[in-house]
């Protein structure tokens, strides 16, 4: 069993970008100027989350189940017994540790351990605003890049650069919260980072500061390095970018006239031991370990799709499918931090690989970009000497065609599995639930667990991310938003003979204890951080059977999250997605502006239990009747 999945790990606080920090006489702590000001993560004690263990797991439980489950709890916490044993372990990690306890095992066990594909499991997309600088092109044909999706690449590959700059010369401003700053090592690892597949685990390549001179580009399943600074280090004007573009298509394109060309992209959409396999081939070429030093260090990929169907960007539902999968992986170097893409329509997406850095973290740099794009910019010099756009080349023998031919046979299957549907309320949002004197995020968690409750008539293991980046090099722990309290206002909800203002109680009840838990959460007090720590200080298969605590079935209960949740507010710009982390569950993104909430419902075809499209149509009926119970309310005042 993977100890955590990591595609549920797209951060919780509200809000993509948070405003800069302003300083007196308009000055600003450079970016990493407030890491020494960050605390450390610390160890919970091991009976306080134990406690909230218990807790949590209670309205999963059958009475008798409990009281087995308390048994095992309080055996497991026993000074005679393991647990103690794991905990001291543990703080012995924290001190040798140079910034957190949790970093090294997150990295390894939520992520670089995971031999699974990264593809559609790990990364996560999003489908990203239009711009009205650049109208969607309505006659691209299929097959043949546009003007519009040049333009609007190069700009956004400009904006890029220019955050990377910043970030190089440390001029970001700090991310804050109101209760202090935000740790910032993340963004080390937004640019010029790669996955790297290895036999039993991965690892990430990574340069800070980024000063790669090229981006990888990807178009008709093809890589291509394109300069985008000269040997000096000086910036290529969005003019000169727009010609690299148009160029490194032409040249793939008088390229696959004269031959078929295998995609050495598409390994990375397979399974991790099938493309360490392939890579440890491929690297035996001196010329294929060159190629690889191009990808692996390039600042981020750019994909121009042009073999997708135009009607694919008419409707939001097939966008968001090229967005995340593609086609069976077609046109992607999954491996890499962040890959742009772009439609021939002129449509953007992202793809991202999730392991170095959280999908908020990620959603600031591109909600700056974004903002950056729209209206008009004025051009800088053209650079001197700037290279041109050149073919990667691959040395590729039969056995190696033989993995790529599996791999895409895999990821289509794979991409066929999963269905993703849109939602979204647009009678109210954010706005009118704050009148309630409620958190917009509980106030979905809660009503969440009673869409789930009415549907399916039983409380939902849920997982909801909490950021932890008030604690230095933090990434998140999980709310677990199923509780007692929102299971009594669940079975409250649904009973139509109990009176509008004792269901509005319940409701109170639920909000209060989701509104405490995500405190908790954030506060380095949650549960499943803590489990995970004392699971890998588990020394021998003899210690793993005197894990009472992880023996006992209703850990693996609880942790089979058939609700695994992210709120990325705000969503007008910024609507994305991941799919669900167990066969019976779903994936749920989710986001309140002011005025409207919108929503994924991602779910396995291969499942007997789920049915996206009717789960959405059951939370949306969920959203409105509790609108309803909440005016009711507001009347009787």
């Not at 000096?232 to 696959?256: C, F, K, P, V």
Request: proline fraction near 6%; glycine fraction near 6%.
């Amino acid at each position: 069993m993977r100890l955590l999945s990591a595609r549920t790990a797209l951060a919780r606080p509200s809000g993509l970008g948070p405003p800069p920090m302003t300083y007196a006489a308009g000055a600003r702590l450079s970016t990493f100027a407030n890491q020494q000001r960050l605390p450390r993560l610390p160890v919970p004690a091991l009976e306080d989350t134990v406690g909230r263990y218990l807790k949590s797991v209670r309205p999963l439980l059958s009475a008798a189940e409990y009281s087995q489950t308390e048994r095992a709890a309080s055996t497991f916490t026993k000074d005679s017994e393991l647990g103690p044993i794991l905990q001291r372990r543990l703080l012995k990690v924290d001190a040798e540790a140079p910034h957190s306890w949790l970093e090294d095992i997150w990295l390894k066990k939520a992520y670089l351990e995971w031999r699974d594909p990264s593809y559609i499991n790990v990364n996560w997309f999003a489908l990203l605003a239009d711009n009205p600088d650049f109208p969607l092109a309505t006659d691209a044909a299929r097959g043949r890049p546009t003007p519009v999706q040049i333009g609007r690449a190069a700009r956004l590959i400009t904006h890029m650069l220019e955050m990377n700059e910043a970030l190089n010369r440390e001029e970001l401003p700090a991310d804050m919260q109101r209760d202090g700053p935000l740790c910032m090592n993340q963004y080390k690892w937004q640019f010029g980072t790669t996955r790297i597949p290895k036999p039993g685990c991965d690892v990430l390549v990574n340069q800070y500061p980024s000063t790669a001179r090229h981006i990888l580009v990807m178009y008709r399943n093809q890589t291509i390095e394109v300069p985008v600074y000269n040997s000096d280090g000086q910036r290529a004007n969005i003019s000169q970018i727009t010609s690299q573009l148009a160029l490194a298509t032409e040249r793939i394109d008088s390229l696959l006239a004269r031959q078929a060309l295998p995609s050495v992209a598409n390994l990375t959409a397979g399974h991790r031991d099938d493309w360490t396999r392939a890579r440890a081939i491929l690297e035996q070429d001196s010329g294929n370990r060159e190629s690889l030093a191009k990808v692996d260090s390039s600042l981020f990929g750019v994909c121009l799709d042009v073999d997708v169907d135009p009607q694919d960007s008419l409707d939001a539902e097939r966008c968001i499918k090229v967005f995340n999968h593609s086609d069976a992986g077609a046109n992607r170097w999954f491996d890499k931090s962040i890959q742009l893409v772009i439609m021939n329509s002129g449509r953007l997406g992202v793809n991202c690989e999730h392991t170095p850095v959280d999908a908020l973290t990620t959603g600031r740099l591109l909600m700056e970009v974004g903002e950056r794009e729209r209206g008009p910019v004025k051009d800088t010099k053209p650079c001197t000497d700037l290279g041109e756009p050149a073919p990667i080349q691959w040395n590729v023998g039969p056995e190696v065609v033989q993995i790529i031919d599996k791999v895409r046979k895999d990821a289509g299957v794979l991409a066929g599995n999963l269905r993703i549907v849109l939602g979204q309320m647009e009678s109210y949002g954010a706005q009118w639930i704050k009148t309630l004197g409620v958190s917009p995020d509980a106030y979905f968690q809660v009503a969440l667990q009673a869409a789930y409750y009415r549907h399916y008539g039983q409380p939902a293991p849920t997982y909801e991310s909490s950021s932890l980046r008030k604690f230095l090099h933090g990434r998140t722990e999980t709310i677990r938003s199923c509780t007692e309290e929102s299971l009594a206002f669940s079975k409250a909800f649904g009973d139509r003979d109990m009176p509008v203002k004792k269901k509005l109680a319940y409701f109170q009840q639920a909000i209060a204890a989701h509104v405490e838990l995500s405190k908790a959460a954030a506060a380095g007090k949650g549960v499943d951080r803590h489990l995970l720590g004392l699971r890998t200080q588990i020394q021998s298969p003899e210690e793993a059977e005197q894990a009472w605590l992880f023996q006992d079935r209703a850990y693996v209960k609880s942790m089979s999250f058939a609700l695994s949740t992210s709120n990325v507010t705000p969503g007008e710009r910024f609507r994305g997605g991941f799919a669900p982390v167990i066969l019976d569950g779903y994936g749920i993104n989710y986001a309140m502006d002011r005025n409207d909430l919108k929503f994924s419902v991602s779910e396995w075809l291969s499942s007997s239990v789920t049915d996206a499209p009717a789960f959405r149509q059951t939370l949306n009926k969920t959203l409105e009747d509790l609108y309803e119970a909440g005016e009711y309310a507001k009347n009787q005042k």
